[in-house]
Nanobody, 122 residues
Framework: QVQLVESGGGLVQAGGSLRLSCAAS????????MGWYRQAPGKQRELVAL???????NYADSVKGRFTISRDGAKNTVALQMNSLKPEDTAVYYC????????????????WGQGTQVTVSS
């Protein structure tokens, strides 16, 4: 099995910064896309940022220019640097990864972390 463990959430004032980290562990053969999603109370989960295995990135319009996603392929980690935070960024942030395991090297499966709370006060 594969586990994704997030860290780095917390409470910050508007305009501040936070850095989220996520580490994948388990019988990992390879990881394709890794990303961050968020879910605010009463809203659907939405994509925040995505990074492909080759490094190509994709961001939600609402975070472009403020958030930066990065990954370390050797360590199976992904990070989200969040700057100029706004109250509307308040949500539970989830790490996501598309993983091939040694038990299933020809088919990738989607895995999620447990989520980490980010609260931005005005």
């Amino acid at each position: 099995q594969v586990q994704l463990v997030e860290s780095g959430g917390g409470l910050v004032q508007a305009g501040g910064s936070l850095r989220l980290s996520c580490a994948a562990s388990g019988r990992i053969f390879s990881i394709n896309d890794m990303g961050w999603y968020r879910q605010a109370p009463g809203k659907q989960r939405e994509l925040v940022a995505l990074i492909a295995r080759g490094g190509a990135t994709n961001y939600a319009d609402s975070v472009k220019g403020r958030f930066t996603i990065s990954r370390d392929g050797a360590k199976n980690t992904v990070a989200l640097q969040m700057n100029s935070l706004k109250p509307e960024d308040t949500a539970v942030y989830y790490c996501n990864a598309m993983v091939r395991t040694y038990d299933s090297m020809t088919r990738q499966r989607e895995y999620w972390g447990q989520g980490t709370q980010v609260t931005v006060s005005s």
